[in-house]
């Protein structure tokens, strides 16, 4: 019999699909319904650093590091949701539901707000993602005091909470490699998830205007992460949750084979509505029908970095051959 079930930071999940954070896990009736296709676990929709400072009345001027549209979401977020509202769906989430309820900070600092996470885990939260929206795009700011951001985040979280915590973080990192395997070194985090997806501007050449475009991911986009997962899943000792990109059960299983031990999806979710879920499902476990898989730990990493025949094509960042063979 097939057997789809994961662990994931100690958490027992039964099978490898998580909605990631969103506008479809901000509501009890939303994640009850998304358990009712399927899911594997939820992470709620994310508080922002900015929208709990606002509240502790302890919001300062976070310009100098830029993640997209903070303030907007802050001031709009705080108006319709308080931080005890959030708690409280931790709390109903967890009486209704009997899959893990990931809850979601996405932060820029290792400021005040930290406290607020000790509250998240006496509401009930399974584990804690803590999204680092970190864009380098300030040019006083070096490299290491951009990562150092990382470290100071996780370890002041830490001394507050003991549920697991799982850092998504971001691609951007002139030697990313190291500084995973640095913050796995630091035992402050129990997982990784990569990568998070920024908000991406356009401009309305007609109005002269800063628009937003890309809304949603494309299938296409999988290739950073999973490319990532492959390179790191037999280096790094802590979980790796594959995240952008992934559209359907074929690239879930393409993140497993890599070395995912689970990935998170929300796009396709948006586009196909929820009963989705369970053709994502149904396609991984009739592909290890298929191919005799009787477990995800028989083919999980088979076609990682370490495993693959032709793992060179991980590292491979030119086109040379492609375009040698196009005239």
């Known amino acids: 019999m097939t057997n789809l079930k994961t662990t994931f930071m100690g958490l027992e999940l039964k099978n490898p699909v998580i909605v990631g954070s969103s506008g479809l896990t901000d509501s009890v009736e939303k ?37 997209p ?7 709009y977020y705080t108006k319709e949701r308080s931080l005890n509202d959030y708690l409280n769906l931790i ?5 209704s ?3 893990p309820v990931i809850a979601s900070v996405n932060c820029v600092s290792s400021k005040e707000w930290v406290s607020f996470s000790k509250d998240i ?24 005091e951009n990562e150092k951001i990382y470290f100071d985040i996780i370890s002041e979280v830490r001394k507050n909470i003991k549920i697991p915590i799982a850092l998504k973080m971001s691609s951007y990192s002139a030697g990313l490699a190291q500084l995973i395997q640095k913050l796995s070194w630091t035992k402050n985090i129990d997982a990784f998830v990569l990568f998070n997806r920024y908000y991406s501007p356009d ?38 949750v594959a995240s952008t990109g992934i559209h359907d059960s074929e690239g879930a299983i393409k993140q497993i084979l890599a070395g995912a031990q689970a990935v998170q999806v929300v796009s396709t979710i948006y586009k196909n509505k929820e009963k989705y879920i369970t053709e994502i499902i149904n396609g991984i476990e009739n592909w290890m029908n ?4 009787n477990s995800l730990d028989d083919f999980r990493g088979l076609l990682s970095y370490e495993k693959a025949k032709n793992s060179a094509s991980f590292e491979r960042i030119q086109f040379m051959k492609y375009y040698s063979n196009h005239n």
């Open 31 to 67: 994640i009850i319904k998304l358990e009712k296709f399927g899911i594997g676990a939820v992470v709620l929709k994310s508080l922002f650093e900015e929208q709990i400072l606002m509240e502790m009345g302890e919001s300062g001027n976070q310009n100098f590091y830029d993640y």
């Open 69 to 75: 549209e903070a303030h907007d979401y802050a001031r």
């Open 91 to 95: 709390k109903d989430a967890k009486k």
């Open 97 to 99: 539901v009997s899959i």
């Open 121 to 144: 885990e006496n509401a009930g939260a399974d584990a804690l993602e803590i999204n680092v929206s970190m864009l380098p795009s300030d040019i006083n700011h070096s490299s290491t």
């Open 203 to 240: 401009i309305d050449i007609n109005k002269m205007k800063i628009t937003s475009s890309n809304i949603f991911s494309f299938p296409e986009e999988i290739s950073t992460s999973l490319r990532w997962i492959a390179l790191l899943s037999n280096k790094i000792k802590l979980p790796l």
């Open 290 to 293: 298929k191919n005799n898989y």
